[in-house]
């Protein structure tokens, strides 16, 4: 059974970094690329960043481009995003999701979500 | 960046309704479409992708039709479970886009 359980999400203040990491399980994790979504209290999806599978090529959003980080460690199934110069816009529950079934960026697996509030 | 607007925003219905929700791409993402539907405090599920094919273990109900710009997604005869949050996404290129969603309400 595919698994992608999230953690690191918390409260921290404007200006903070957090670290999110996300633990895959049930499936080849190096072979799928992988994605974080979130969605902030009452709103819509935002496709945040995205992994290729070996990690050599990263996609971001432009409201966090150069202020978040994407990676992955293949040999741990782990996906990580690092979150620095923290916004209270960047509030919201991230989600870790992935591609495996389907062709690619068509999310078929997601995790539970944690929640990041940035607040002072 | 490509802009995915839903239409209606929500919509109400009862139990064995023929539901259409709309979805329209700033330009062509050919058939680039993903729709997801979503319950309150969890997370989505994927129902469609490439515009019109169905995800393992959705029920056919559910269908995605639409090329280019112009997307449906249709659901034949609502069930209870049906009521819901959807929304489409496209794929076409980076950054991944959303549309804002279509809560589907209990009539």
């Known amino acids: 059974e595919v698994q992608l359980v999230e953690s690191g999400g918390g409260l921290i203040q404007p200006g903070g970094s957090l670290r999110l990491s996300c633990a895959a399980s049930g499936f080849t994790f190096s072979d799928y690329a992988m994605a974080w979504v979130r969605q902030a209290q009452g709103k819509g999806l935002e496709w945040v960043s995205g992994?290729?599978?070996?990690?050599?090529?990263?996609f971001y959003a432009g409201s966090v481009k150069g202020r978040f980080t994407i990676s992955r460690d293949n040999s741990k199934n782990t996906l990580y995003l690092q979150m620095n110069s923290l916004r209270a816009e960047d509030t919201a529950v991230y989600y870790c999701v992935g591609t495996v079934t389907t062709p690619p960026n068509f999310f078929d697996y997601w995790g539970q979500g944690t929640l990041v509030t940035v607040s002072s | 960046d490509i802009q995915m607007t839903q239409s209606p925003s929500s919509v109400s219905a009862s139990v064995g309704d023929r539901v259409t929700i709309t979805c329209r791409a700033s330009q062509d993402i050919s058939t680039w479409l993903a729709w997801y539907q979503q319950k309150p405090g969890k997370a989505p599920r994927l129902l469609i992708y490439a515009a019109s094919t169905l995800q393992s273990g959705v029920p056919s109900r559910f269908s995605g039709s639409g090329s280019g710009t112009d997307f449906t997604l249709t659901i034949s005869s609502l069930q209870p479970e049906d009521f819901a949050t959807y929304c489409c996404q496209q794929v076409n290129s980076f950054p991944l886009t959303f549309g804002g969603g279509t809560k589907v309400e209990i009539k």
């Open positions: 992994i290729s599978a070996s990690g050599g090529s990263t």
